[in-house]
Every structure is written in structure tokens, then in C-alpha cells.
């Protein structure tokens, strides 16, 4: 059994008790095919040759009754094994999200949203195929069993005739089962990279339609597509081939016993009731034997979907939480020590050196692309340092537990993003049992409240329903709010206010203003006129700070600065 099966294995024990129930129902309702073997030998033999009237009688009853308990038993079989197998994906499924979760922002860079989503849904699914089908499986070898044993009681000898050919259906089932796997796998790496393709194009819709992107985007897709249609038939050939493959040696089974059973009847050694039985229990042993061939395929495309979830669920994210230090202080100190940084290729932060004390302000300015977001990025830890380190409180921040860590820092981002949900609930993001009346309390401080409470429903009205008809500065104030919420003693306020127009950026600024407060913030901005007051200002180019000094001292300084100021009026 494969690593990967082994593991799966593991998430069946906690139902032990009704897969063993589940096993109890498959013995019995493997056994009935067996029964009817017999029943038919003796429609065959007493009544039809025999002529035994009181047999006659009973024989109606006994084949309604074997197909009620045959139909009772697949149901009540079928609904237990699925609803163990459906609780083992919803756990995996589970695990998978949280990984996800947990993920660098670096690795989901380089793995886009689309793609994930079909390892949630996609993967899984192919999973909980196998994984019901081997649940199911147990019962294919019990039936060959019954049908077997019931053929024996005929004929020992015809019985090991029959069975000396079973073990050639091994071949193909094996030999067309890995092809399977190879290209289930191959289909679902493309499945996630077609839908990768799909959703860039329909979440960049806009961007799309304005640059006439369709006929462009479209043909992106198409490829995708054109090879998915052609992996998916060469696995569904895969799992086909066994098949034709296992009728043909089951006909040779059955040509042999024809030839010998047949030389025996006509020697008088035989009832011809015997072997005509015999042939039909040979023909029943088809559909289980088929069975087991597709569930080894099923098994195989569980396999390469496992393959995938688990390749996520283990690996470890490139920011390890293995700082111990639990952190739980109502102001703290902000500092970079001599950080340097890079994505991959060009330093992008080279030796950046900063302390925010606790309750001041200091700002990051300089031109675009100079490193100011990727400072901010740092501080929450979504990327770590490549040299030098950050510290909060004196504490490296690879000290503190992650949870710790950005408990204390509360980020404004350029980019509002908002969920499909209540505005309520986009508020509590980071503390969603927060008390309404704190919600509404930070919104209050963000200046948020009066257009919330004008919605259809206030809080609670859902975002997905107004769709875009929040304003930039709206959806800026009800971030704004959620980073009140957090009550964090850190503020990281990223370009809050770039893209709004006067009126919304007063009201935005008003709001930052509140919140900085008694804070200790690290400010990036591109109106130089908001962060005039700043305690320090640092003026960075390529990664490295040219400036550092108040305002006044730095426009005096007629550098960097003052060129920037002068450039915006
Ligand atoms: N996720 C990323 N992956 C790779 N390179 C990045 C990434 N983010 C930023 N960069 C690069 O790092 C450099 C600094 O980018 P950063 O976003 O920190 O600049 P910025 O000062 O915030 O610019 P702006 O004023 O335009 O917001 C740029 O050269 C940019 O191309
Ligand atoms: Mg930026």
C-alpha cells in the first residue's frame, strides 16, 4: 500500500464503528448473489427437472424476499459508507483551507487563487470518489468469494478450473491503473492552472472589457482547455481498458469449463442443471470482478488528488511560528535594525535603519517603487528579513508567536479589501466576536457610521449586495475601522489616503488621526502634506535611507525631500 493511502487510512479512524457496521452490512449483502446461484440450481434441478410442487411455492416468495434484502442492504450500506467517506473529505478539505491559510504570501504569489481553488474542490473530490469506492471495494472480493464458494458446492474441480485464470486480471488492473494516476494527475495540474487562467480574467473583468482583453484572454483559456479535454480522455481510456481486457479471460474461464463440464455431462457425471448453474455463477463473478478494476482506478485518481492536498498540508510556510515569546503590552517601540531584503533578484531594502518610539510617529517617504510597502509587509511578517531584523518591544520579531505578533500591530492598506459579508462583519475581521457596540464604536472613530447606518440594513447589510457601490473612501473608512477594532498598540498605515478625492480624504485623515493617537505608527504616504507632523520623517531611494529629520529640517536640507514636496504643490 502506498504512503499516501496509509495516511488516508489514518482520517477513517475515528469512524471505526461505522465502517465496521458498514462491513457487517457489505458481508451480508455480498452473500446474496451466492443465494441466488443456489436458487437458481434448484429452479433448475427440483422443479423444472424434479417437478417438487411444494418447492414451487416457496421459490416466488424466496426471490422477492433476496432482492428486498438485496435493496435494503445496498441502501443502508451505500448511505454508511458515504457518510464516512464524506466526513473524512470534509476534514481534509478542512485541513487544506487552514494550510492555505497559513501559507507565505511569497508561495501564493507564484500559486495563483484559481488553482487553489480546484485543489479545494476538484481534489477533494476525486479523493472522496476513491475513497468511498475502497470502502466499497471490501465487498467485490467477498462477493467473488460467495459466488465462488457457491460454485464449488457444484464442482470442486471446474471451481479450480475457473479460479486458475483469476490472477491474470491482476495485470491489467495494475498496468492500466498507474497510466490512470499519470494522467489524473497531469489533468488536475491543469485543471488548477485553467482555472487560474479564469478567474485572473473574471476578477480582472474591468480591465479586460476596457482593453478589449477577451479575443487575448480567451485564447489563454482555450489552450487550457484544449488540454484538459485531452487528458481527461486519455484517463478515461486508462480506466476503461481494464475492462474488454478482463471479459476476454473471463470468456477464456468460461470456454474451459464449457470443454471439460461439457465433456462430464455428456459422460453421465454431470447434471446438465449442475453446469448450466455453473456457467451462470462464471458469468456473476463479471460485474465484481470489473468492480474491483474500477475501484483500483478510483483508487488511483483518490491517490493524485491526496498526492496534491497533502503536498500542501505539509509543506511548512516560509514564515516559521516558532517564536515563543507572548507578548501583551498596551504600548510598544518599533524598530528596524539594519534590514536588508529582496524578492528573489534585486535588493530591494538595503540596510534600513528606524525606531518608532512608543506613541510617536514616524513616516517613510520616497519615490515609487523605493520600498516603503515592502517595509510595511515586513513588520507584520509577511515576508521575513533577508538581513538585520525588525524588533517590538525589544524583541526580535521572529521571537514572538505570529498570533502575538500581529495582535499588536494593526495595518491600513492602500488596497481596501473587503469580504462578502456583512459590513459587521468586515469590521470584526480580526476579532469576530467583538460586541456590536464596539463595532460601531470604531466605526464611529473612522468615521464610518453615518453612511453605515444609512444602508438598507446597517451593519448587517452584506457587501456583496451594494457590490461596487461603496466609495473608494467609504471602503477605506470601513478598513480603517476594522484596524480600530484591533486596538493594536502598532499602526502601519500604508498610503491610506492616495486615492480619494479632497472631501473623502479629509474624512479618511480625520479618521488616521484618531486611531494614531497614543500610537506607535509607522506612516507611508504620498501626500507629504499628512505626515508634516510627523516626529521623524525617512526618506528612502532604492532601499536606502538618503534623508532622515523633521519637516522644517528637511525642507532646509533642499534634497530629496524638498523635491518632493516642491513636485506636489
Ligand atoms: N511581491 C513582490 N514580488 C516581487 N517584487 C516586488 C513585490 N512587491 C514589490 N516588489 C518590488 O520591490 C520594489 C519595492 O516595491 P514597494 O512596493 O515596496 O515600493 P513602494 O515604495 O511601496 O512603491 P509605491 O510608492 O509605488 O507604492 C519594487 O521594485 C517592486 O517592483
Ligand atoms: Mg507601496
Known amino acids: 500500500m502506498s504512503a499516501t493511502w496509509r495516511r488516508l487510512l489514518r482520517y477513517f479512524r475515528p469512524h471505526a464503528g461505522k465502517l465496521a457496521l458498514a462491513l457487517v452490512l457489505l458481508a451480508l449483502h455480498s452473500a446474496i448473489p451466492g443465494l441466488l446461484v443456489l436458487l437458481i440450481e434448484r429452479v433448475l434441478d427440483d422443479v423444472l427437472i424434479q417437478q417438487d410442487q411444494a418447492l414451487l411455492r416457496v421459490l416466488p416468495v424466496a426471490v422477492v424476499a433476496l432482492y428486498a434484502a438485496n435493496g435494503t442492504l445496498g441502501f443502508a450500506r451505500g448511505m454508511l459508507t458515504r457518510s464516512v467517506s464524506w466526513a473524512v473529505i470534509t476534514q481534509l478539505r478542512g485541513e487544506l483551507f487552514d494550510a492555505l491559510l497559513h501559507q507565505d504570501v511569497a508561495w501564493h504569489q507564484t500559486h495563483p487563487t484559481g488553482g487553489l481553488l480546484s485543489r479545494l474542490t476538484q481534489d477533494t473530490d476525486n479523493v472522496q470518489y476513491g475513497v468511498s469506492a475502497v470502502v466499497t471495494a471490501i465487498q467485490k472480493p467477498l462477493t467473488l468469494a460467495a459466488i465462488l464458494g457457491a460454485a464449488a458446492t457444484m464442482s470442486v474441480e471446474l471451481t479450480a478450473l475457473a479460479v486458475l485464470v483469476l490472477p491474470l486480471v491482476i495485470w491489467p488492473i495494475q498496468r492500466f491503473g498507474r497510466r490512470l494516476r499519470d494522467r489524473t494527475r497531469a489533468s488536475l495540474d491543469n485543471l488548477a492552472d485553467l482555472s487560474g487562467v479564469a478567474t485572473e480574467a473574471l476578477t480582472g473583468i474591468r480591465t479586460v472589457q476596457r482593453h478589449g482583453g477577451e479575443a487575448g484572454r480567451g485564447s489563454a483559456f482555450e489552450v487550457q482547455n484544449r488540454l484538459q479535454e485531452r487528458l481527461r480522455l486519455q484517463a478515461h481510456a486508462a480506466r476503461l481498458m481494464p475492462s474488454p481486457i478482463i471479459e476476454i479471460i473471463a470468456a477464456v474461464g468460461v470456454a474451459i469449463v464449457l470443454w471439460v463440464g461439457g465433456a462430464r455431462v455428456v459422460a453421465g457425471d454431470m447434471q446438465p442443471g449442475e453446469l448450466i448453474a455453473f456457467l451462470v455463477a462464471l458469468g456473476l463473478l463479471n460485474p465484481p470482478l470489473k468492480g474491483l478494476a474500477e475501484v483500483h482506478s478510483l483508487a488511483q485518481r483518490a491517490r493524485a488528488g491526496a498526492e ?48 518608532v518610539p512608543p506613541g510617536r510617529t514616524v513616516a517613510l517617504v520616497g519615490a515609487s517603487g523605493s520600498g516603503k510597502s515592502t517595509a510595511a509587509a515586513l513588520v507584520s511578517r509577511l515576508y521575513d528579513p533577508t538581513g538585520g531584523r525588525l524588533t517590538l518591544a525589544g524583541h526580535d520579531l521572529r521571537d514572538l508567536t505570529l498570533t502575538s505578533l500581529r495582535r499588536h500591530v494593526a495595518v491600513v492598506a492602500q488596497e481596501p479589501f473587503l469580504f462578502d459579508d456583512t459590513v459587521a462583519a468586515n469590521i470584526a475581521l480580526g476579532r469576530p466576536d467583538a460586541p456590536r457596540a464596539d463595532v460601531i464604536a470604531a466605526a464611529r472613530v473612522a468615521n464610518a457610521h453615518d453612511f453605515v447606518s444609512a444602508l438598507p440594513q446597517g451593519y448587517d447589510t452584506r457587501i456583496d449586495e451594494l457590490g461596487l457601490r461603496l466609495s473608494g473612501g467609504q471602503r477605506q473608512r470601513i478598513c480603517i475601522a476594522r484596524a480600530v477594532l484591533r486596538d493594536a498598540p502598532v499602526l502601519v498605515l500604508d498610503e491610506a489616503t492616495s486615492a480619494l478625492d479632497a472631501e473623502s480624504e479629509f474624512a479618511v485623515q480625520e479618521a488616521l488621526d484618531r486611531l494614531s493617537a497614543d500610537r506607535t505608527v509607522l506612516a507611508i504616504a504620498h501626500r507629504l502634506s499628512t505626515i508634516r507632523d510627523a516626529d521623524e520623517i525617512v526618506v528612502l531611494d532604492h532601499g536606502r535611507v538618503v534623508e532622515r529629520g523633521r519637516h522644517a529640517d528637511l525642507l532646509a536640507l533642499d534634497g530629496t525631500y524638498a523635491a518632493l514636496v516642491r513636485r506636489q504643490g
Open 308 to 355: 496534491r492536498v497533502f503536498e500542501i498540508i505539509d509543506r511548512a510556510p516560509a514564515i516559521p511560528d516558532t517564536g515563543t515569546v507572548r507578548l501583551d503590552v498596551g504600548e510598544a517601540a518599533l524598530a528596524f535594525e539594519a534590514v536588508t531584503f529582496d524578492y528573489g533578484d534585486a535588493p530591494v531594502l538595503q540596510g534600513l535603519s528606524l525606531s
